[in-house]
């Protein structure tokens, strides 16, 4: 199935959960979680996923592929995020792969995350909307650009066929 706007690149997803820094026992939410990629690697460490998408047709897909994946832990919302983030108490880790209201988003993570808070971008504007925002909230730590090439033949040879750039904006409490 195609699923718009997904899956995240694994080497994408892997400097993302890096920099995330999920613990055993934190309590991480993936806002935008559209295949749910990101919510199972994430689930394989923490104790609890909340995984929020606005498209039903991206909670179905997700809820499929979690099941799949045997990951249990993984809790999953139908709905804008703004209307479910005030309702989840704890947050150690956020991770952000799509949202339409990503100022309100981060005003929300920012208040509850204990943690780190990973936006992933394809979009310059929302690289800028993310940064400034991290930056308005004191919680900036960084953005670092990756672009990943896969390989593929060509004449009998190999050569690399760049996939689009994205963009991973780093925020955390008590940074500035």
Not at 3 to 9: A, C, D, F
Not at 45 to 51: F, I, K, N
Not at 130 to 147: D, K, N, T, Y
Not at 150 to 174: D, L, T
């Amino acid at each position: 199935m195609g699923l718009k706007g997904g899956p995240t690149q694994d080497e994408v997803m892997a400097v993302s959960l890096a920099k995330l820094g999920i613990r055993p026992g934190d309590r991480v939410v993936d806002v935008g979680c559209g295949t749910g990629k990101v919510a199972i690697a994430a689930s394989r460490v923490a104790e609890h996923v909340y995984a929020i998408d606005r498209r039903p047709e991206a909670v179905a897909y997700a809820r499929g592929e979690a099941a799949a994946a045997g990951a249990g832990n993984i809790e999953f919302f139908e709905g804008d995020a703004v209307d479910i983030l005030p309702g989840i108490d704890r947050l150690d880790a956020a991770f952000v792969g799509g949202s339409r209201r990503l100022p309100e988003v981060l005003d929300l993570l920012a208040a509850t995350v204990r943690g780190r808070i990973v936006v992933n971008a394809v979009m310059v504007e929302t690289l800028y909307e993310a940064i400034r925002s991290m930056q308005r909230l004191g919680i900036f730590v960084e953005a670092v650009h990756l672009q990943v090439s896969r390989s593929a033949a060509i004449a009998g040879g190999v050569m690399f066929k760049p996939q689009n750039p994205v963009y991973v904006i780093v925020g955390g409490a008590g940074c500035s």
